[in-house]
């Protein structure tokens, strides 16, 4: 099981790291929500949980539990910049179906 990071991904979270003077690194997850099923959660981690999966990619750190691992493993995190809009864009081998506003999927 892995999940990785693309140099762009990577130099983001290592600045959100830097600017933010705390954490460890990323923590990805899943949680239930729109209308497709399942949701992508990103926030800081302060701290690492015994049962949290460590990951890390040119130097960024991304730390995912284990209920959400079954659903993000295979995954690439990039970060994209396209005209005004920028931010993380999930390559997940895993996804079967999303929803037409993208802010949900289904496994």
Do not use: W
Not at 54 to 81: N, P, Q, W
């Amino acid at each position: 099981m892995s999940i990785t990071l693309t140099q762009a991904a990577a130099e983001r979270v290592r600045n959100f790291i830097q600017q933010r003077g705390r954490g460890e690194g990323l923590r990805l997850g899943v949680r239930p929500s729109g209308c497709s099923g399942k949701a992508y959660v990103i926030e800081y981690a302060d701290k690492i949980e015994p049962e949290d999966h460590v990951y890390e990619s040119h130097g960024a750190k991304i730390i995912v539990d284990a209920k959400s691992l079954i659903y993000l493993d295979g995954t690439e995190l990039d970060y994209t910049r396209e005209g005004l809009n920028e931010g993380f864009k999930f390559n997940n081998p895993n996804v079967k179906d999303s929803c037409g506003c993208g802010e949900s999927f289904n496994v």
